[in-house]
């Protein structure tokens, strides 16, 4: 059974950085695709960064430049650095995994304070 454990998450001053992480455990493909996702009180469920097997990476333009994905295929461990945080980044953070099936961690909350 494949599961995601999203770690990393609290509170944080504007401008400060989180690091969070998605651990993947169980059978996977090695090709697949993972990303961050973030839901803020009352809002829907949006895209944060994405990053395929081989690397190759995607961001929602609020936090290009701030934000970096990436991932650890030998740990299968998949990572995002936030630096300059805003307090309109804090939100639930969830990691996703695509590979044939679709699997979703159970979030972590990132809270950023003005």
């Known amino acids: 059974q494949v599961q995601l454990v999203e770690s990393g998450g609290g509170l944080v001053q504007a401008g400060g950085s989180l690091r969070l992480s998605c651990a993947v455990s169980?059978?996977?493909?090695?090709?697949?695709?993972m990303g961050w996702y973030r839901q803020a009180p009352g809002k829907q469920r949006e895209l944060v960064a994405m990053?395929?097997?081989?690397?190759?990476?995607n961001y929602a333009d609020s936090v290009k430049d701030r934000f970096t994905i990436s991932r650890d295929n030998a740990k299968n461990t998949m990572y995002l650095q936030m630096n300059s945080l805003k307090p309109e980044d804090t939100a639930v953070y969830y990691c996703?995994?695509?590979?044939?099936?679709?699997?979703w961690g159970q979030g972590t909350q990132v809270t950023v304070s003005s």
């Open positions: 169980g059978s996977i493909s090695s090709i697949n695709v």
């Open positions: 996703r995994l695509i590979t044939g099936l679709d699997y």
């Open positions: 990053i395929g097997s081989g690397g190759t990476t």
